[in-house]
């Protein structure tokens, strides 16, 4: 079974621009959340999304939005980058129906110039 | 709020045991995990408790006490494969896959 699989793996952006970040599931997982890991802070909690609806946000500003497609497949997107949105952004799937473990991506790097 | 708290640097030597702690005050409580992360890599599952007590797996253990909001990662016989950042998360709800995550504890070993 392939892994989970986030596109691209780094990104390099200056200000102001906007970004979309992929991430596919492991097959048959139908619940994906995301995260943003920044040295200071560890894996902050970004959105949750099961069956293409959005289950839970985190404290991030509007910026930061997502959405899940029927193939279950993932994207982020942030608008008007700043530069404290440098951070690694990881993707994890889980099987809601076995009520397992998250399975994480290797991440996106983004750098925000 | 939500708060998870561990040490944030360890060091250990090759062959011996640390124990790599984790308190939290969450919200609710359905489930701790231990990630280990690489540098620059994924985090990788190690363990899982939602009940009270040890769970063992190889050289790695797991311990929680929910009554403390309390729990532990037990290495035993260090390798310097070992060396790696230990990342304790709760779940807070059974209809919710979000994890708390603490910031981590970079553990180093030593030959």
């Known amino acids: 079974k392939a892994g989970v699989t986030q596109t691209p793996r780094y990104l390099i952006k200056t200000r102001g621009q906007q970004v979309t970040l992929s991430c596919s599931p492991i097959?048959?997982?139908?619940?994906v959340s995301w995260y943003q890991q920044t040295p200071g802070q560890g894996l902050q909690f970004l959105f949750e999304?099961?069956?293409?609806?959005?289950?839970n946000k985190g404290n991030f500003p509007g910026r930061f939005s997502g959405r899940q497609f029927s193939n279950s497949r993932s994207e982020m997107n942030v608008s008007t980058l700043e530069l404290g949105d440098s951070a690694l952004y990881l993707c994890?799937?889980?099987?809601?129906?076995?009520?397992?473990?998250?399975?994480f991506g290797q991440g996106t790097r983004l750098t925000v110039v | 709020g939500q708060n998870i708290d561990q040490p944030t640097e360890m060091t250990a030597t090759e062959g011996a045991i640390v124990q790599i702690n984790c308190t939290y005050q969450?919200?609710?409580?359905?489930?701790l995990f231990w990630y280990q992360q690489h540098a620059g890599e994924a985090p990788t599952f190690l363990s899982y408790?939602?009940?009270?007590g040890l769970e063992e797996k190889g050289r790695f253990s797991s311990f929680l006490s929910r009554s403390k909001g309390y729990s532990y990662l037990l290495l035993k016989e260090l390798q310097m494969k070992d060396s790696a950042s230990y990342l304790c998360?709760?779940?807070?709800?059974?209809?919710?896959?979000?994890?708390?995550f603490g910031t981590g504890t970079r553990l180093q070993v030593f030959p």
């Open positions: 999304y099961f069956s293409e609806t959005q289950r």
């Open positions: 408790n939602v009940l009270d």
């Open positions: 998360a709760v779940r807070v709800s059974y209809n919710t896959d979000k994890l708390i």
């Open positions: 969450t919200s609710g409580f359905n489930g």
């Open positions: 994890a799937s889980t099987d809601r129906d076995m009520n397992t473990e998250a399975f």
């Open positions: 097959s048959g997982h139908r619940s």
